[in-house]
């Protein structure tokens, strides 16, 4: 397992991705309003297979992407050797691990591509809560993630710094909504390597400093970029039959599972 090799790296159009400072000071923000909203943002490490993760719903409990934990070329889940040793932290505060549950961890599935990204979703619980921390909400019952998100990355090895540091955040949009109840969403969310799990954030109605207050997720970027016809592709355009980043909406199984972990103790 490497840095989230299942991605390529994309930016689309310009690169909109921002450190914490420069995203507040870019948007008229306080510093330390970025900074909570991005306070449960970190880093899953299963034996030096990394990818964003983030808590959500409860301190234990964490949100990311299935094929973190899985051969995306068998489909076979990765034995204990790997998932008992995987452990978090949070990118404000990298010193401190925190290990999973692994017997706590729940897939949504394996089927590559778009028709398959709705699979492509993990929940997991911590053996310990992260403490001082504000979870992630979860979205009311059977709702889709906005139209405009806000996409908070711990992990970005094609960014400036380096795959490790503090959070990235940016504004993005959802540009098409599959069919079949809506499985999976295409996004103009710039990404790379390492940004498989990261929260997107819904953007709601009253701004984007309510937005970042709220901290409800709406979906996770799950680090594919595609073509139609599900054909993986780098590039630096977006258009209804080009390139752009597949999400998965936090409704259905996946809020089911985030539910039943976070009353789980």
């Known amino acids: 397992m490497g840095v989230d090799s299942m991605h390529v790296s994309i930016i689309i159009g310009e ?4 450190r914490e400072a420069a995203f507040a000071e870019a948007n008229g923000l306080p510093l330390e309003l970025v900074r909570k909203a991005a306070e449960v943002t970190g880093i899953i490490d299963c034996g ?15 949100s990311t992407a299935a094929h973190i934990f899985m051969n995306t070329d068998t489909c076979e889940r990765y034995g204990p050797e790997l998932t008992n040793n995987c452990s978090f ?14 017997d706590s961890i729940r897939l949504g599935g394996c089927n590559p591509g778009i028709s398959g990204a709705i699979d492509d979703w993990a929940v997991v619980r911590l053996q310990s809560p992260v403490e001082n921390v504000e979870p992630l909400r979860l979205p009311p019952p059977r709702t889709n993630a906005d139209a ?7 992990v970005s090895s094609n960014f400036e710094g380096g795959a490790l540091g503090l959070p990235t955040l940016e504004v993005c949009s959802v540009r098409l909504r599959y069919p079949s109840a809506n499985v999976a969403l295409a996004t103009d969310c710039d990404s790379g390597p390492g940004t498989s799990g990261s929260a997107q954030l819904n953007y709601g109605t009253r701004g984007l400093a ?3 207050e709220k901290k409800e997720i709406g979906a996770i970027n799950v680090a594919q970029t595609a073509l139609a016809d599900g054909t993986i592709v780098e590039g630096n355009d977006y258009d209804d039959h080009g390139t752009f980043n597949i ?19």
């Open 148 to 154: 405009e998100i806000v996409m908070i990355a711990a």
């Open 15 to 18: 690169e909109d991705r921002k």
């Open 89 to 102: 932290f949070t990118s404000h505060n990298p010193s401190k691990k925190y290990k999973i549950v692994p």
């Open 48 to 62: 030096g297979g990394q990818a964003t993760a983030q808590v959500t719903g409860a301190q234990h409990v964490l």
């Open 210 to 212: 309510a937005a970042l």
């Open 247 to 265: 999400s998965v909406p936090v409704w259905g199984r996946f809020r089911d599972a985030l539910i039943e972990a976070v009353a789980s103790q």
